[in-house]
């Protein structure tokens, strides 16, 4: 099956084919979880959206039309799901849900969420992270991704009018934050 | 003779993606643009830094799990648990949502000289994503924020709930004055807010925070 093209296995799949929503997992897993570890910087939280991704898909692939591609489409789905995952955390981050709802866990430090605030972000990708959401998914799927800014406006459902501009004010940015970064030591 | 810069062009260029024309042009103008030639060095620097940013990779055991991993969850999510029950998505959850809203602005006091924070950073989180961080945080915590389902028969309907929302597990409990609510809406139906009223219920329920 592996062989099969990604619409073979999507109609397989609407047809009741199990194991062709298996092929399609395998096939872009690791796709997908590079571009959540983009978005979110730790290898939990790309784990997370990965996952979610799959799940979205499995239940929606019914419905799927073959007006884009499967890929487009998985990828739209991880740039929301990602996005979503990071607002979600700026609540969390303000209003400290862990020390109110775990009073107990934050005291002794559990060896994972020790070993999380440890895990340092490099600088650059503390840079990627003070994106806005626009910026960050360009330059996710134009620099990492390599995609064409074609792809990268159905992925964003926009026009691709734009996106270019989108890509280099995100470099500037990365620019400017690595240069106050450097002035400060 | 000046023509436009070539700015937008210059990212594409420096890592070598333009089309074989397009990259003629770009090469045509920096001969003659000394702005758009420091402005590519700079872009060359930071893209070159960028390159040399290589985070850990996970295992291969990692991908070869991920699978089962998803099947297992979407097997877990066919059988219906409490968590989806439609009781609990319809009533509880929400509600959860309102009492965990309004906990959380009771307890993080402003300084009045600051911009409240919370209506920028609330108000680009929808409900749906403000229940998905309680029912989070309801599978780890012991106390229980959450109604559980023979507390719904004891929770008052319609109308009284604009005047008090019940215990939040064994500690809290949280009284809400009837004008918090925008009129004729009960905190049950929060997810049904359009963007006005609950724009409304953030200010109103900021402005009491700020002390
Ligand atoms: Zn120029």
């Known amino acids: 099956m592996t062989d099969r093209s990604d619409l073979e296995l999507v109609r397989l799949f609407q047809q009741g084919d199990e194991s062709a929503f298996n092929h399609v997992v395998l096939r872009y897993q690791e796709k997908i979880y590079w571009v959540a570890r983009r978005f979110v910087n730790e290898h939990d939280g790309a784990d997370d959206v990965t996952q979610e991704v799959f799940i979205k898909a499995y239940e929606s692939l019914k419905e799927f039309r073959s007006e884009s591609s499967l890929y487009t489409w998985l990828y739209r789905i991880t740039v929301n799901i990602a996005l979503n995952v990071l607002r979600r955390n700026k609540v969390k981050e303000f209003f400290r849900i862990d020390e109110l709802f775990d009073p107990e866990d934050v005291e002794s430090g559990t060896p994972d969420k020790l070993l999380e605030r440890q895990e340092e972000r490099t600088l650059i990708e503390q840079a990627i992270a003070t994106l806005p959401d626009k910026q960050k998914a360009v330059f996710v799927l134009r620099y990492y991704e390599e995609m064409p800014y074609e792809e990268i406006a159905k992925v964003l459902k926009t026009s691709v009018g734009g996106l270019k501009a989108n890509y280099f004010h995100a470099v500037k940015k990365i620019e400017e934050y690595l240069k106050r970064a450097h002035g400060t030591h | ?211």
């Open chain 2, 1 to 211: 003779m000046h023509t436009e810069h070539i700015n937008y062009l210059l990212p594409d260029y420096v890592t070598g993606r333009l089309e074989p024309d397009v990259q003629k042009g770009v090469e045509a103008h920096l001969k003659n643009c000394n702005e758009c030639v420091s402005e590519m060095k700079n872009l060359r620097e930071v893209l070159g830094k960028i390159s040399q940013d290589k985070p850990y990779a996970p295992s291969a055991m990692y991908f070869s799990a991920l699978l089962p991993q998803i099947r297992q969850r979407l097997d877990a999510k066919h059988e219906r648990s409490f968590w989806i029950h439609p009781m609990f998505v319809r009533i509880v959850a929400p509600l959860a949502v309102a009492i965990f809203v309004i906990v959380m602005l009771s307890r993080v006091p402003f300084p009045a000289e600051q911009q409240n924070p919370l209506k920028s950073i609330v108000a680009d989180v929808s409900t749906d994503e403000l229940e998905q961080v309680v029912l989070e945080q309801s599978q780890h915590q012991t106390g229980g924020t959450l109604l559980m389902e023979n507390e719904l028969a004891s929770l008052p309907s319609g109308k009284a709930l604009e005047n008090h929302i019940t215990t939040i597990g064994s500690q809290t409990t949280v009284w809400i004055d009837a004008e918090v609510i925008p009129s004729g809406v009960v905190p049950r139906a929060i997810n049904d807010l359009d963007d006005s009223e609950l724009e409304t219920l953030l200010q109103q329920l900021g402005e009491r925070t700020v002390l």
